[in-house]
């Protein structure tokens, strides 16, 4: 159902790498509400070929560029600007990765090469997109950035590697952005944590399947849908939410604020208590 929402605007969009990509649902609810973007991903991506299927699908054109270089980010929205005809009104950062993650290296054996290119792709280019724009002036007065996180930024998940120091320097970053794009152009910077969702990116964490799980018996609404995770992003570009900006926004069922369910205690359950015993004898 489309309430005309982005009519008019105009975006780029980060991150659609196949179907289930949280980015490629955002672009086909954008499509629906009117707006008109261009879709980008780095070259290796668009070499797997899906993204132009969600091109055809939504008439939008693709722009290849690697979110850690500064050039392509420039020609990105020089280039969009030229296709769309003005100035951006949104942009969603939806793009993570970590070589330490994709190894199984464990947190206690980071490779250091590898953490700088996890908070490069995942936290850094957020600010390289922000500062590029702000300086070319590429976004329109009460324009909204959102990126995706993660609520590891703030609480141990034991798995998630060094992605939890990427997340937590991406809402920083966003917090800090957002008050100097605020002052300049009424642009506002937002984060949107999300649930766990079944995507590439998702299901490459070790232990997902546990965390998806869990995050579901503990949340008093389920798990957030990647579908939903688009809504909640289109209304953050809309102009519904002028007001909101250097927010992380969970987005996530309720599990944020939770302690422990009904769900849990009644069906999910299964430790027997003496798991830590266990770990004291070995
Ligand atoms: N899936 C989840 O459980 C979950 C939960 C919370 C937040 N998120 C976040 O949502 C965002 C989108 O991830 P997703 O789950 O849709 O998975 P995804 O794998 O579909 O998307 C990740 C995207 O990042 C892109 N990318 C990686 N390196 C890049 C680079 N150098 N330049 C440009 N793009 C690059 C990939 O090509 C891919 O399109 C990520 O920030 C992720 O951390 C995901």
């Given at each position: 159902?489309?309430?005309?929402?982005?009519?008019?605007?105009?975006?780029?969009?980060?991150?659609?790498?196949?179907?289930?990509?949280?980015?490629w649902?955002?672009?086909?609810?954008?499509?629906?509400?009117?707006?008109?973007f261009v879709?980008?991903?780095?070259?290796?991506?668009?070499r797997?070929?899906?993204?132009?299927?969600?091109?055809e699908?939504?008439?939008?054109?693709?722009?290849?560029?690697?979110?850690?270089q500064?050039?392509?980010?420039?020609?990105?929205?020089?280039?969009?600007?030229?296709?769309?005809?003005?100035?951006?009104?949104?942009?969603?950062?939806?793009?993570g990765?970590?070589p330490?993650?994709?190894?199984?290296?464990?947190?206690?054996?980071?490779?250091?090469?590898?953490?700088?290119?996890?908070?490069?792709?995942s936290?850094?280019?957020?600010?390289?997109?922000?500062?590029?724009?702000?300086q070319?002036?590429?976004i329109?007065?009460?324009?909204?950035?959102?990126?995706?996180?993660y609520?590891?930024?703030q609480?141990?998940?034991?798995?998630?590697?060094?992605?939890?120091?990427?997340?937590?320097?991406?809402e920083?970053?966003?917090?800090?952005?957002g008050?100097?794009?605020?002052?300049?152009?009424k642009?506002?910077?937002?984060?949107?944590?999300?649930s766990?969702?079944?995507?590439?990116a998702?299901?490459?964490?070790?232990?997902?399947?546990?965390?998806?799980?869990?995050?579901?018996?503990m949340?008093?609404?389920?798990?957030?849908?990647?579908?939903?995770?688009?809504?909640?992003?289109i209304?953050?570009?809309?102009?519904?939410?002028?007001?909101?900006?250097?927010?992380?926004?969970f987005?996530?069922?309720?599990?944020?604020?939770?302690?422990?369910?009904d769900?849990?205690?009644?069906?999910?359950?299964?430790?027997?208590?003496?798991?830590?015993?266990?770990?004291t004898?070995?």
């Open positions: 159902m489309s309430h005309n929402l982005l009519q008019g605007k105009r975006g780029i969009i980060f991150g659609a790498l196949d179907e289930n990509s949280i980015a649902k955002v672009a086909e609810r954008a499509k629906e509400e009117g707006a008109v879709l980008t991903n780095a070259p290796v991506a668009l797997k070929g899906d993204i132009f299927r969600l091109a699908k939504t008439g939008s054109e693709v722009i290849s560029a690697d979110v850690t500064v050039d392509d980010i420039e020609n990105l929205l020089n280039e969009a600007m030229k296709i769309l005809g003005g100035k951006i009104d949104f942009i969603l950062h939806s793009v990765m970590s330490n993650v994709r190894k199984g290296l464990h947190y206690t054996e980071l490779d250091y090469n590898y953490l700088n290119k996890t908070l490069d792709v936290a850094i280019s957020l600010h390289k997109v922000l500062q590029t724009a702000y070319m002036d590429a329109n007065e009460w324009g909204s950035v959102v990126a995706l996180s609520i590891a930024a609480r141990t998940f034991s798995s998630y590697s060094d992605m939890a120091q990427a997340k937590a320097m991406l920083s970053i966003a917090r800090s952005f008050y100097h794009y605020g002052k300049k152009r642009v506002r910077v937002n984060t949107i944590s999300q766990p969702t079944k995507t590439t998702g299901q490459g964490v070790g232990g997902f399947n546990a965390f998806y799980s869990y995050a579901n018996c949340s008093p609404l389920g798990n957030a849908s990647s579908e939903q995770c688009a809504n909640y992003c209304l953050m570009f809309s102009d519904m939410t002028r007001m909101v900006t250097m927010q992380n926004l987005h996530d069922g309720g599990y944020s604020t939770m302690g422990i369910s769900k849990l205690i009644d069906d999910c359950f299964v430790c027997t208590g003496d798991c830590h015993e266990k770990n004898e070995k």
